[in-house]
């Protein structure tokens, strides 16, 4: 079983719906959670970080952390055609000192 | 506000031979950690630098060794690169080991022939 499971996608939504998400992870010892995007060629780039159970709202982003179900989700409304890219979740482990990524999964908004 | 900064952007090295890389943390930071990223996988965590000591590795062979300088930034050694070794090395940078978000550099792209 891998540390951190990701749908590899891709992922295809049309501009203005929810784009939705998911990552689970093996380590119930995790503390911290991460979403990045990483356009193509690039490097990533945060978007949101969680801590504790529940939802975290940022402008069109929310995070939701369910540490019982060791799952973790990224929710992107109003997607737009700018928001393709692939969508990386990491766990810290360790506080920190051991980030853990997932594959990644791949999103296409098509206008 | 000077963002995480790495050199060089990309390398092209024979198998056998060794590479430095380097990397600048983000103003206010003084954490360095370094992943390498291979092409259509997530990146994974090789170490990472705090108060110029190495607190945390990765699942990496010995041949993979860093270092932090007193002014926080930071090099990643490899040595008899494998052809394996190709990839994107990524640097990201934080404040307080064991404490808040990771900030990636620009990457550097690792070519062994």
């Known amino acids: 079983q891998k540390e951190v499971e990701q749908n590899s996608g891709p992922l295809s939504v049309p501009e203005g719906a929810i784009a939705s998400l998911n990552c689970t992870y093996s380590d119930r010892g995790s503390q911290s959670f991460f979403w990045y995007r990483q356009y193509s060629g690039k490097s990533p780039e945060l978007i949101m970080s969680i801590y504790s159970n529940g939802d975290k709202e940022d402008g069109r982003f929310t995070a939701q952390l369910n540490k019982a179900s060791q799952y973790v989700s990224l929710l992107i409304r109003d997607s737009q055609p700018s928001d393709s890219a692939t969508y990386l979740c990491?766990?810290?482990?360790?506080?920190?000192?051991?980030?853990?990524f997932g594959a990644g999964t791949r999103l296409t908004v098509k206008p | 506000d000077a963002g995480v900064t790495q050199s060089p952007t990309h390398l092209i090295k024979t198998r056998g031979q060794q590479v430095t890389l380097r990397c600048s943390p983000k103003?206010?930071?003084?954490?360095v950690s370094w992943y390498q990223q291979a092409l259509g996988q997530g990146p994974q965590f090789i170490f990472q630098y705090y108060e110029e000591e190495e607190r945390q590795r990765g699942n990496f062979p010995d041949r993979f060794s860093g270092h932090q300088f007193p002014n926080y930034s930071s090099e990643l050694n490899v040595n008899a690169l494998l052809l394996g070794d190709s990839a994107l090395y990524l640097c990201?940078?934080?404040?307080?080991?064991?404490?808040?978000?990771?900030?990636f550099g620009p990457g550097t792209r690792l070519t062994v022939t």
């Open positions: 990491a766990v810290g482990l360790y506080n920190n000192n051991d980030m853990r």
């Open positions: 990201a940078s934080s404040y307080r080991a064991g404490q808040g978000e990771q900030y």
């Open positions: 103003s206010g930071h003084d954490t």
